[in-house]
């Protein structure tokens, strides 16, 4: 495979030796143009199992999970309980610029990836290890999962109804949120390398990462000793919550700190619609955010808009919104936001093969637009293996040896 | 511990505020990057007005939320609404790595600061924007936040019970994690590239865009299996089964616990004092305990109730089952592991006193990770960034101070 020489990688070869944990990291390098090989076990790698599972003809099954993470790479398979197989890992790892792996230390030792011994063959190797609380934690063997870990990086705690137990985000967002500080880890170390010439060992705790979205929650109990609880989609304050409309939720944010003026645009939108009970909203006491965080105020404001919203779809309703500045949006199901026209006129869904089922999947486009080096075309992601003896034959004779 | 940090010779000017940017900065702060942050008495940063407040009440310098977003910054005043101060900002520009920035779509291009501008001045300048939803098509104007970019790209409607309307994150979970994290990436390949090629470039992150890629599998899902309708799921999971949240003996201790196994289930069952529950007929595989999810939360709920947390999760865990409390706002900082690695950073600041601060989520093995300090008071470096940055006498600074320019 070759990459243009205009990606903002091109040239830097990563070996991706991660599970959930880790791969979407490796995928964002990937996108920006590092050649990425994924070394997998006889069988592949676990993540091929990973929920949603899309069932084809004739028994295939894909893993959208996989597919989504794993976009871009190449596959190796490559049996690590061996010692040969390990052999083939280390003469890799040598012309490796950055090994991205998510093992438990004790997996991770045996399989000689200890921290810093990697430097001595390769001293520039950037080596991020991605586990779920830091790779220093040892002497158990826990095989963690997305909820424990949002679970102990308190994100779990602020999801959820006022009256329910805490209820976790969609998605795995603890891989995700370990992914991308895994992807800034190497990132940063590749760019001090310009420098220094040297690599460096970057331990990363997925727990860490998903503390970094507490929001104010910390601060408050430290300040005034409140434990925020959850509120689900209950308004904080009149003006921001979710509501319910002819057609399904919207979701909206006026009045909070610094958007007084879309309050004002929104009492003003309601008074203009004849909406019932608008005019009591204008003027004092609700023109203090004080006043509309009290429960009295929520529970007129929401009957005031609920009303209003009752009659209207999320589509006027937003577009009603934005034209006078109020941060209102759909709360989208995936089908409404395929469909949103913002969306298409940025043509920002790309269409992949799908090898295994041989149809074409829809996948969001990169995260971000680089004016430069734009993101490499989409790709799938290879079948188990794929480019095993591409990838080894690169390494020449030296392959040749230890494959033999 | 070295003074050379992997971002020590960065420079960024940095005029993100609020939610998404800020986090990105101060990432790039604590690591090393010399980040100028602009504001101004006339237009302070929101977050320096919104709660909690140390004494209570609203205070510019006080508010903890804008504290944990700017440590290991440095504050310039600078009124943008004057042209003198824009004049200023370019000079600035002109020496900076990166010029960041998370405004509607506009405001740059009204102080002749647009991406094209900077780059007639600074032809390597890396240029971060961070607009909503991109700085074009037919919604390019259109405002939001963290929470209103999470309904729209799909994250919402699949966080909740599925019997119960959607509830999303709790937070505005995109302005935390997926776009610091996404502009972060896009910015340091961005400068990667020019290290290497000496090649700048504009870096934009369209917020939605962005976090739609952290609900990628669900999409890819949907184009696949285009029949199939997506639904909450709560806490559960296909391939887990019990896999939830559970309270424990005191109040609001809630734990979470997942049985992958057949064996997890047994240990747990057993770890309850409820060893049969593993042989109850409708219990006995992973589809079993899937059929029959509702009772089976029940029980198991039922029985944690009956026990300590932290005994609860240390037994489960010495015996291989993924185990862990649901932290609070107030557990999470005195978590053994967040402890261990001085994830938090007890800072003193002269009006908030002491305070805990995120260091970024990694540790650098050769030392050279992160230091961080104090989040600046508003304006607290302009005399020197005046000195240093743009070779100003004393005189000159004082005049523009007095003029309600660096102001």
Known sequence: ?404 | MTDERPLTGVRVLDFTWVGAGALATKLMADLGADVIKIESRARPDNLRLAPPFRHGHEDLEGSGYFASRNSSKRSFALNMALPASRAIALRMAAQADVVASNFRPGIMERWGMSYPELKAINPSVVYLTMPMQGSSGPHAAFTGFGATIAALSGLVSLSGLPDRPAVGTGTHFPDHVPNPGHALVGTLAALLHRARTGVGQAVEVSQLESTINVIGPAIVEASLAPERRQVRAGNRATGASPRGVFPCAIKEDWVAIVCRTDAHWKTLADALGEPGLAFDDRFVTLADRHAHEDELERIVSAETQRFDRAELVSVLRQRGVPAAPVNSSKDILSDPDLVARGYWKRLEHPVIGEMSIARPPMLFGSGSGAVLTRPPLLGEHTAEIARDVLGMTDEDTARLIADGVLA
């Open chain 1, 1 to 404: 495979m070759t990459v243009a020489a205009d990606h903002a990688l091109s040239g830097i070869r990563v070996l991706d030796l991660t599970d959930e944990l880790g791969a979407y990291a490796t995928r964002l390098l990937a996108d920006l143009g590092a050649d990425v090989i994924r070394v997998e076990p006889p069988g592949g790698s676990r993540t091929r199992q990973e929920p949603p599972l899309v069932e084809g003809p004739a028994g295939t099954c894909v893993s959208a999970f996989d597919a989504f993470v794993n976009a871009g790479k190449r596959s190796v398979t490559i049996d690590l309980r061996s010692v040969k197989g390990r052999a083939v890992l280390h003469a890799l790892i040598g012309t490796a610029d950055v090994l991205v792996e998510s093992f438990p230390a004790a997996v991770g030792d045996r399989l000689g990836l200890e921290p810093f011994t990697l430097a001595a063959a390769n001293p520039g190797l950037v080596h991020v290890s991605v586990t779920p609380f830091g790779r220093g934690r040892s002497g158990e063997a826990v095989d963690d999962d997305d909820l424990t870990i949002m679970a102990a990086g308190g994100l779990l705690h602020l999801g959820g109804y006022a009256d329910s137990e805490p209820v976790v985000a969609y998605g795995g967002q603890a891989r995700n949120a370990a992914s991308l500080f895994a992807a800034v880890g190497a990132l940063v170390t590749l760019l001090h390398r310009e420098k220094t010439g040297r690599g460096d060992w970057i331990d990363v705790s997925a727990q860490e990462c998903v503390a970094q979205a507490l929001e104010d929650s910390v601060a408050t109990y430290e300040f005034a000793g409140d434990v925020r609880q959850r509120l689900g989609s209950d308004a904080r304050e009149a003006g921001s919550g979710i509501y319910t409309c002819a057609d399904g939720l919207v979701s909206m944010i006026a009045g909070r700190v610094g958007t007084a003026k879309a309050w004002r645009a929104l009492v003003a939108w309601l008074v203009e619609s004849d909406a019932t009970g608008a005019e009591a909203l204008q003027g004092d006491p609700w023109a203090s955010l004080r006043y509309r965080q009290t429960p009295a105020a929520i529970a007129e404001f929401g009957h005031v808009f609920g009303e209003f919203a009752r009659t209207r779809s999320r589509l006027e309703l937003y577009r009603g919104a934005q034209a006078r500045g109020i941060a209102l949006s759909p709360v989208n199901d995936i089908c409404q936001l395929m469909a949103d026209e913002q969306l298409r006129a940025r043509e920002f869904w790309v269409t992949v093969p799908e090898p295994v089922l041989g149809g074409d999947a829809t996948f969001p486009g990169p995260p971000y637009r680089l004016s430069e080096t734009p993101a490499v075309p989409a790709r799938s992601a290879p079948t188990p293996g794929a480019d095993t003896d591409e990838v080894l034959g690169e390494l020449g004779e030296r392959g040749r040896v230890l494959t033999r």
